[in-house]
């Protein structure tokens, strides 16, 4: 008797179709800015030739007989021209990272993205990794066709010389960095001498990585996805804040034509589609789909905008600073303007112009040397010779100055009380040398059942002759009963 059951199963419609693969992950394509130029390609460059004179070159200025700009970690101190601050100056440090962050977010209200688009050490390092690039291999359409192509002596020849000159500035870098940290003409002799350290050696190579890694590999993704201010940006905007805008209204519908071509007859906008603004992009956005999270407010898009304009024979300013009020309220740019000074700003900027004051007022008034008070806490109090109570302290004195400087102690606070000490002279003075620590050693004595038992307040006066400066720091007497 046969089966019932088919053992061959016929397959169905459904088995025939094919499975669909969906890639929850893509890789990132290429992207290939074009050169342009304009008004705010010039600002970019006149920043970025700003800061890297400051960066290449601060470590190299002299101030006295010391570099002027140097954070000694290993002495534990911070030269910054003729000031010397030290660990216990980090409140200066905390201000000034504060100030930063303030300055951030008033340039941001004010004009989104500028530090990103101008002075951001990925965007300057980006600019020129892109413009040793474009000098070697050429612009966007000769860099697209050469590495599409096979590999040749030619193409090896532009690759190979672009890195070799990508990986010289990226050292450079690393080794200007670690010349802020340790004195950069020790350390250039050491790198001609090859005697560097295993400290100095990881720095420069690992800053000059990061540099050739960032700005010749990643570029836009640090920007778009390693930057935590893409993120935020948009807490500290608002509808008034200046960003890189496209006019829709002007440009849309858009379309290709002819120069002749009269605009109201064909209903169509000023963008003639030419996507030049997304080919400048460094980023590789497309501005007129609107403002999104990647665009670092370069302003590259307004720029060759511009340019298009004036080959057309239309206004400019279909790509441009605006905000998004003025655009909808079809604003001139004084009305525009006159929205910067808004609740928001001023309370930025008075906030940062009161920190400014505080911290130059503080630096103007810091005292040039710095007191410490240890008591001896082994002895409570002891008897000494001729009949007196003793206790015993330990002075910390820190000269903040380049130079040596003599310093008068004294005490009050109880009557008879005798201030001695083995290594003060007879007016009961000590030499602190330049940016130096020094501990001193003193007892104060008062006649002993001159004063009842139990703890009292004493003052140490440390007076420097030099600078004509006093610090006064408290401390307790004990008297046992």
């Known amino acids: 008797m046969k089966s019932a059951t088919n053992p061959k199963a016929l ?9 669909t693969v969906i890639h929850l992950y893509a890789a990132a394509e290429k992207i290939y800015p074009r050169s342009t130029f304009g008004f705010f390609t010039k600002w970019r460059w006149a920043m970025i030739w700003l800061t ?61 993205r500028l530090w990103c688009g101008y002075a951001c050490p990925q965007t300057v390092y980006t600019e020129m990794f892109l413009w040793i690039e474009a000098k070697i291999e050429g612009d966007r359409a000769a860099r697209i066709k050469l590495d599409n192509a096979s590999l040749s002596s030619r193409k090896l020849l532009k690759k190979g010389s672009k890195h070799f000159v990508w990986i010289a500035l990226s050292l450079w870098t690393g080794f200007t960095f670690v010349g802020y940290f340790s004195p950069i003409r020790e350390l250039g002799s050491a790198v001609v001498n090859l005697g560097l350290g295993p400290w100095e050696t990881f720095w420069i190579g ?3 990585f990061a540099t050739y890694g960032n700005a010749g590999f990643m570029r836009e993704q640090v920007c778009k996805y390693m930057c935590p201010y893409a993120r935020f940006q948009s807490a500290m905007f608002d509808d008034d804040t200046l960003v890189v805008t496209y006019d829709e209204a002007r440009g849309e519908p858009r379309g290709s034509r002819s120069r002749k071509a009269d605009l109201t007859n064909q209903n169509i906008g000023s963008c003639i589609d030419c996507s030049m603004c997304v080919q400048v992009c460094p980023t590789g956005i497309d501005i007129r789909k609107g403002l999104q999270y990647e665009c670092i407010g370069c302003g590259a898009c307004a720029d060759v905008c511009d340019t298009v304009m004036d080959k057309m024979g239309y206004a400019r300013g279909l790509i441009k600073y605006s905000t998004q009020t003025a655009i909808v309220k079809g604003w001139s740019h004084t009305q525009m303007l006159k929205r910067i000074l808004r609740p928001r700003v001023m309370i930025y900027a008075a906030a940062l112009v009161l920190l400014v004051i505080t911290l130059c007022t503080s630096l103007w008034l810091r005292a040039p040397f710095k007191v410490d008070v240890i008591r001896d806490r082994g002895v409570m109090a002891r008897l000494a010779e001729g009949g007196m109570l003793e206790n015993v302290y330990r002075l910390q004195i820190m000269n903040a100055t380049e130079s040596a400087q ?13 201030v001695q000490s083995d290594v003060l002279d007879a007016n009961h003075t000590v030499v602190v040398n330049a940016a130096e620590t020094r501990g ?42």
């Open 11 to 19: 397959p169905t419609a459904d088995a025939k179709k094919q499975a």
């Open 52 to 112: 890297q004179i400051v960066f290449y070159g601060m470590p190299w200025l002299e101030w006295g007989n010391r570099q002027a700009l140097l954070f000694d970690l290993e002495a534990k101190r911070f030269y910054i021209f003729n000031l010397v601050l030290y660990p216990q100056d980090l409140i200066y440090l905390t201000a000034i990272l504060i100030i930063a962050a303030l300055s951030l977010f008033l340039f941001t209200a004010i004009a989104g």
């Open 206 to 208: 690992f800053y000059g």
């Open 406 to 418: 003599h310093y008068q102690l004294s005490a009050t606070g109880l009557d008879g009380l005798v």
């Open 440 to 481: 001193v050693p003193v007892r104060l004595q008062i006649p002993d059942g001159s004063v009842k038992s139990g703890s009292h307040a004493v003052t140490f006066s440390i007076h420097a002759v030099e600078d004509d400066a006093t610090v006064t720091e408290k401390s307790i007497f004990l008297v046992p009963r």
